[in-house]
């Protein structure tokens, strides 16, 4: 049969976080690169604006890619 390991009562069981203090800055770096982004393709200008169609895209492209850095950095 499978024995269930109890701990005692007393012992304090530790939890370790996911990602450290750095990666949860550089997640919160990216987000706010991504709303940078969608803030850029706001407006009521000409809809084929270099910066709606070229620059904004780019923006959110690389807030994404920053944000899968943060994630895998160790």
Known sequence: MIE???TPAGQD?????VFNKKNYQLLLISIAIVVLGF???IG???IYDFRKTLLAP???LAG???GV???LKK
């Open 58 to 60: 780019m923006v959110v």
């Open 44 to 46: 009521t200008t000409d």
């Open 64 to 66: 994404f890619a920053f």
């Open 39 to 41: 803030i850029l393709m």
């Open 13 to 17: 069981t530790k939890t370790e976080l």
């Open 69 to 71: 850095y943060a994630i």
């Open 4 to 6: 269930k390991k109890s």
